[in-house]
């Protein structure tokens, strides 16, 4: 039999905790409504949409999609803010293949493009994972997610109160070699393009050491690193960067196999930043992963899938829940965003 082919069964008798709703209602502060991640939900009716948020109480919700042109900008806020204008939140972004054609003048027009942004509508800056793996400079050098050169876009976005919500770097094992020891090797070998093993890209680490430099350096500038800030196998590495950057937090969307196997630490870290933590998804709207997600964060839940497919996406381990308590349920699912993307 071949491994792909492998399909375990756990014979262990845990309970199973339906969540159907969540004890406070829910801003979902990562997520898509576009194409390819969000479904495709700028083509559909947006009374569907409003009535699958409703079924889940999540009362707010970031687009991410936004994009950095006027056309994709337009379009959402046209499909979303013009029809519920305190539900949603779209947030713009930077087109570095500008970089090629406009040398050294293009971080000054990419701060510039934010105010444009701001103008049609936008309310926050996201920045996708090319940026320290794949963004080159007009000299065709590989651009540190710290390079001094993008100053002007991070304190622009400061000026403008644009929280930055900014995805670095990528699982651990993607930068480690595809051989029998890589924990994600299934996942790798089902999309090749997530490999970054170095070299020929940076290490892992260096990224990350980059990011921090970056978001200390601009302090007066609101980052929500992504994905339990990109670092969901290291809590005390993220906690430290908590600790020394009062002007940073993080979501943990897409990140529960990491933060379900291993609760204890988990649970402590989330109590202990809880002021500091945002909720994300990043699944695009469905009801199936949001339950997923209330049950993780309110159960103890023991040995579940994460995943709402047949097999776990990110490594053959289930999860345990937290069981938090309701006064940081609270601010986890609502309060802390509602400070850090000023919502009323």
């Known amino acids: 039999m071949l491994l792909e082919n492998f399909r375990p069964q ?24 576009g194409e390819p991640f969000g479904g495709g939900w ?44 305190e539900r949603f939140q779209i947030f713009g972004g930077v087109d570095w293949s500008k970089w090629q054609e406009m040398g050294d003048s293009f971080p000054e027009w990419a701060a510039k493009r934010l105010h444009a942004q701001k103008e049609r509508g936008a309310q926050g800056l996201k920045i996708w994972k090319p940026l320290g793996l794949h963004v080159k400079d007009y000299k065709g050098k590989l651009v540190d997610v710290n390079d001094e050169r993008l100053f002007p876009i991070w304190e622009t976005a400061g000026e403008l109160g644009f929280p930055v919500l900014i995805h670095v770097a990528d699982p651990v094992a993607f930068f480690d070699p595809i051989d029998e020891t890589n924990e994600r090797w299934e996942e790798i070998g089902a999309n090749p393009d ?20 970056l978001v200390s350096r601009h302090s007066s500038t609101t980052f929500i690193g992504a994905h339990v800030g990109c670092y969901g196998e290291n809590l005390g590495w993220v906690g430290q960067m908590l600790d020394e950057c009062p002007n940073y937090y993080i979501d943990f969307s897409a ?52 995943n709402t497919s047949e097999v776990p996406g990110q490594g053959r381990w289930y999860v345990h829940g937290m069981y938090l308590p309701d006064d940081v349920l609270k601010k986890i699912y609502r309060e802390n965003a509602m400070k850090v993307l000023k919502i009323r």
């Not at 969540?19 to 209602?25: A, D, E, H, L």
């Not at 997530?194 to 430099?213: D, L, R």
């Open 194 to 213: 997530w490999a970054f093993t170095s070299p020929p890209f940076p290490k892992f680490m260096h990224i990350m050491n980059c990011f921090k430099n």
């Open 255 to 306: 990140r529960l196999g990491e933060l379900g196997r291993q609760p204890y630490t988990a649970r402590k870290f989330f109590i202990q930043y809880q002021d500091r933590i945002l909720f994300g998804t990043d699944a695009s709207p469905d009801i199936d992963s949001y339950r997923l997600f209330y049950r993780f964060l309110e159960t103890d839940d023991e040995y579940f899938n994460y």
């Open 10 to 33: 756990s014979k262990l008798v845990t309970k199973t905790t339906l969540v159907n709703q969540p004890k406070f209602p829910v801003i979902d502060a990562h997520d898509h409504l």
């Open 42 to 85: 700028d083509k559909k009716p947006l009374n569907e949409l409003l009535d699958l948020l409703d079924e889940v109480n999540v009362t707010h919700y970031v687009d991410l999609d936004g994009g950095w042109g006027e056309d994709i900008l337009d379009a959402h806020l046209k499909h979303f803010k013009e029809g519920a204008p």
